[in-house]
């Protein structure tokens, strides 16, 4: 019979979950807690970063294979020897040479400055800089999703396209789910 290690211990004990799993952490020395309002709280935000961050999967994705300077990209991923399946299997995209293509494409999906600050997409304005506000973080590079070991959306990590663009490699801010260091 197929199972995990609590299921093996409800069935031969006859408990119910929450019973398995109390005899098991003790006898592994695991100590249970519950979970507080504050830890649920922070799951919650980082579980809308993650969102976003797959929608900008998406977003950069359809830049990549569906825009005229998408083709671009494509086109230099190709002759660098990464084919399609490769590109698709990565998710890579491309982010568009603008100022805020993904800032005002996430803001009409209902996501605030604050979010995609949070989630590394966008950049604050230097102070004393008479137009204030954010502006896309990436701009006409080549896009690489970056995962966690749980698959989960974390940042990015992308490449320019213009040799004379400056830095080479670009990647996510230190945010609450990129800590490139981890990774």
Known sequence: EGGDIFRFVMKKEGWDFPEALR??????GVQLRPVTPQEVEKAEEYDRLRLLLEEAVLFYRHHLLHTP??????EYLLKRGISDETMEIFG?????QAW???LNNFKEKGF???DLLDAGLVTEREPGDISRGVYDR???RIMFPIRDERARMCGFGARI???DDLPKFLNSPQTPVF???HL
């Open 23 to 28: 005899a098991l952490a003790e006898r592994a």
């Open 179 to 181: 800590d490139k260091g």
């Open 100 to 102: 805020d293509a993904a």
């Open 69 to 74: 300077p998408g083709q671009q990209a494509r």
């Open 161 to 163: 396209l213009n040799p």
């Open 138 to 140: 990436f701009r006409h």
């Open 112 to 114: 605030s400055e604050r």
């Open 92 to 96: 890579l995209g491309y982010a568009p």
